[in-house]
């Protein structure tokens, strides 16, 4: 649905992930509690 792509589009963005679930950022912190979301 339209609300859950878009939550996780910001999710993604706020941690640096690109589509494919990268991380492409920049920051530790983008790092901090990505396990909250994310598990490998």
Known sequence: NQI???FW???SGEHGLDSNGVYN??????L???NVYFNE
Do not use: C, Y
């Open 25 to 30: 950022g920049t920051s530790e912190l983008q």
């Open 9 to 11: 589009q910001t999710i």
């Open 4 to 6: 859950g792509a878009a």
């Open 32 to 34: 901090e509690r990505m």
